[in-house]
């Protein structure tokens, strides 16, 4: 089993992941947003 410490540390680096996640699909959508204006 993991210690108390490993275990903390993989949920912040979980907890990091998951930030930078959503911040990656929010820019994505805005870039996907902004080629479509100017396609259209």
Sequence with gaps: M???NDMRAA???YNS???AATWGTGICI???AV???LIA
């Design 2 to 4: 993991a210690s108390g």
């Design 30 to 32: 805005a870039v996907v």
């Design 11 to 13: 949920q912040e680096t």
């Design 35 to 37: 080629v479509v204006s």
């Design 17 to 19: 992941f998951i930030k």
